[in-house]
């Protein structure tokens, strides 16, 4: 069976596990939390970052890499096009979603729980004491902003970051009006890439994920809940809903968990 080294709420990894639930592929999920399982993963693959896929004897490292490998090594449904313009047309919107969405939606992301107290609290596993919560809540902004800033991620590099998704949006959101799928009348990776890179921007409802009920449907505020963007969401949740299998039903998690992971 197929191994999947991941992080549940990693947005390169939902980005692997949509396509691998449009093709059907049966897969083990091995999770990688904090700890020492950094080195165990470096073993498996040579490097630290997740998603991992692991098939047999063959290891493949980046989201990238492991979509063009299981298009290759399982070509039923296959999510590149033939035609050669349809095809590059894929690959710049997946690079425009790894290296846009993802990296700005993470940026955003960190922005939120900066600025936002009770954003901050919403996101904490059900079991977290009250105590632990309203400490964590009761944390200034500007001390988590000043941390912010001594790592790149300061309120400049924030309003960039929130700026460029809000065009990203706004430019998916006119193309998919009136379209099922960005470039074919079929998904490609192009809508793999950016329907799981815009899994934090507002994480999606449904049994889809190992998470906290509560926080389901959460995003980050000013673009989730923004109406304009209304339709994208609309998209990728039916996307989600045709296409990505419910927790368990193609995946089955490991325990035996490799812990502490730089995320991709």
């Known amino acids: 069976m197929l191994e999947l080294y991941q992080f549940e709420v990693s947005q390169y990894c939902e980005k692997v596990r949509l396509i691998l639930d449009y ?13 020492i399982g950094q080195l165990e993963l470096y073993k498996i693959s040579g490097q630290r970052q997740v998603p991992v896929l692991k098939d047999g004897d063959t ?15 399982y070509p039923e449904k296959p999510i590149l096009p033939t035609d ?13 979603a790894d290296e846009s969405i993802g990296i700005k939606g993470r940026t955003a992301f960190l922005g939120a729980l900066n600025k936002n107290a009770n954003f901050r609290k919403s996101i904490l596993p059900k079991q977290t004491p009250d105590v632990l919560k309203n400490l964590i809540g009761a944390v200034p902004g500007e001390f988590l902003e000043l941390l912010g800033s001594s790592v790149g991620l300061g309120g400049d590099a924030l309003k960039d970051a ?43 409802g449904g049994n889809y994920l190992d998470i906290p009920d509560e926080l389901k449907g ?36 490991s325990n035996s968990n490799p812990t502490t992971i730089d995320i991709d």
């Open 84 to 96: 050669p313009v349809q095809r590059g047309q894929c690959l710049l919107w997946e690079e425009l």
């Open 23 to 35: 093709k059907g592929l049966e897969y083990k999920k091995i999770e990688v939390t904090p700890g």
């Open 162 to 204: 929130e700026k460029g998704l809000k065009q990203d949006l706004e430019a998916l959101t006119l193309i998919l009006e009136k379209k099922p799928y960005l470039v074919t009348d079929h998904p490609t990776l192009a809508d793999f890439a950016v329907a799981g890179l815009s899994m934090i921007l507002k994480i999606p």
């Open 59 to 73: 290891v493949i490292a980046d989201s990238t890499e492991i979509a063009l490998y299981l298009d290759r090594k």
């Open 218 to 253: 959460k995003g980050i505020p000013g673009i989730a809940d923004y109406s304009a963007y209304e339709a994208f969401f609309a998209w990728r949740d039916r996307l989600y809903e045709q296409y990505r299998q419910p927790s368990g039903k193609t995946a089955t998690k």
